[in-house]
């Protein structure tokens, strides 16, 4: 198998709002950095409307659909401090991932290599700056 890198484009949202298009949900397996090692089965909506403010201080709304939109929940339910257990319904599939690709509810791991998505910080601080926004990290 060959595999090539793809670069995506990172995308700020600065006050992001979501609300689900439809009643359509989907329940598949999520982990986290802030838990790692761990997986659980989360139900999250198929479709969403993001609506926020990008770096030059337009608003802007998106439909986002599939793994994009599973994703934006994800990270968005981190503004509130929450984690993906406290959305789980089948709260009895938070599990070690070793434990869960042994017993074969999981397909075999590829690791998440983090330290690669943290490349683009000291480029995204330099916008940040350039547009006049201070963060402190």
Known sequence: LEFRRVLFRSTVLVNPE????????????????????????????????????????????????????????????????RLYPSRMVETHTLGYLEELVRSGQVPAYTPNRSAEYLKGQDALLARLKRVGRTWVL
């Open 18 to 81: 979501i609300e689900p298009v439809g009643d359509e949900q989907w329940t598949n397996w999520e982990g986290c950095l802030s838990m790692p090692a761990m997986r659980g089965r989360v139900p999250r909506w198929k479709r969403i409307r993001l609506t926020a403010v990008d770096l030059d201080g337009r608003r802007t709304t998106r439909l986002v659909a599939g793994k994009q939109a599973r994703t934006v929940q994800h990270e968005y339910d981190h503004l509130d401090g």
